[in-house]
């Protein structure tokens, strides 16, 4: 019987999930990146005259380096809180997991500290993303070879 009061007070008191908000927040967030990363890659191709592999270098350094900024401040913190997904899905969630990993632990010095921790999150994304494109192009290489085009 305690059991069910328990329940039925817990689920009272849990704050209310506001999911269409939050896919709206989180959808309103990636565009906002991707439209800005667009109109940098239109900049670049058209004012700096660059390649389109050279911008797209280019927004990637500008996207890891805001987000480097944004994670040193705290305000990607406090924007990750109001964005969700939309704010972690683009390279940004990469950076922020990276630096924010080396801020936490700077502390313990340069080896044992940032050195040791820098890619405790991220070396995951990074293993399995590079186990993930080895597969993809030993298949792609497969069917290649046996005259089909991806």
């Known amino acids: 019987m305690q059991n069910k009061i328990y329940e039925r007070l817990a689920a009272e008191a849990a704050p209310k999930k506001h999911v269409l908000k939050n896919v709206a927040l989180a959808f309103f967030c990636g565009g906002i990146i991707a439209l800005v990363m667009?109109?940098?890659?239109?900049?670049?191709?058209?004012?700096?005259n660059v390649s389109k592999e050279d911008a797209l270098l280019y927004n990637a350094i500008i996207a890891i380096e805001s987000t480097m900024i944004l994670t040193m401040t705290g305000v990607y913190k406090k924007m990750a809180q109001i964005f969700g997904a939309g704010l972690f899905i683009p390279i940004t969630g990469f950076a922020n997991s990276v630096i924010s990993e080396g801020i936490e632990y700077h502390t313990e010095g340069l080896i044992?500290?940032?050195?040791?921790r820098l890619m405790s999150l991220a070396g995951s994304v990074i293993a399995y993303g590079t186990l993930g494109a080895t597969i993809y192009g030993l298949i792609a290489f497969i069917l290649y070879s046996c005259g089909v085009n991806i």
């Open 112 to 116: 044992f500290g940032i050195g040791s």
């Open 38 to 48: 667009q109109g940098f890659f239109d900049l670049f191709i058209k004012v700096g």
